[in-house]
C-alpha cells in the first residue's frame, strides 16, 4: 500500500501557491527534493523579507504622516 506523494500532501492542504507546487513535483520526480526545497525555503525567505521592508517603510510613513497632521492642527 503506497500513501500520498509529497507534493499531493501540499496540494491537498491548499495554502501553497501554484509555481511552489510545481517546482515541488518536478523535485519529487527528479529525487531532488531535499536540494529544491533548501532552494524554495531561501527565495520565500527572501520575498518575506522584502515584504516586510515594504510594510514597514509603508508603516512608517503613515506614522510620520499622521503625528505631522496632528501637530499642524494644533
Given at each position: 500500500?503506497r ?17 511552489f ?19 524554495l ?34
Amino acid at each position: 500500500e503506497r500513501g500520498e506523494s509529497f507534493t499531493e500532501s501540499f496540494v491537498a492542504t491548499g495554502i501553497f501557491p501554484p509555481q511552489f507546487l510545481d517546482a515541488l513535483a518536478v523535485a519529487e520526480e527528479s529525487g531532488q527534493l531535499v536540494e529544491s526545497m533548501d532552494r524554495l525555503s531561501r527565495l520565500y525567505e527572501e520575498e518575506a523579507d522584502s515584504a516586510i521592508r515594504t510594510l514597514t517603510a509603508v508603516a512608517a510613513g503613515a506614522v510620520w504622516l499622521t503625528v505631522a497632521g496632528s501637530k499642524s492642527a494644533l
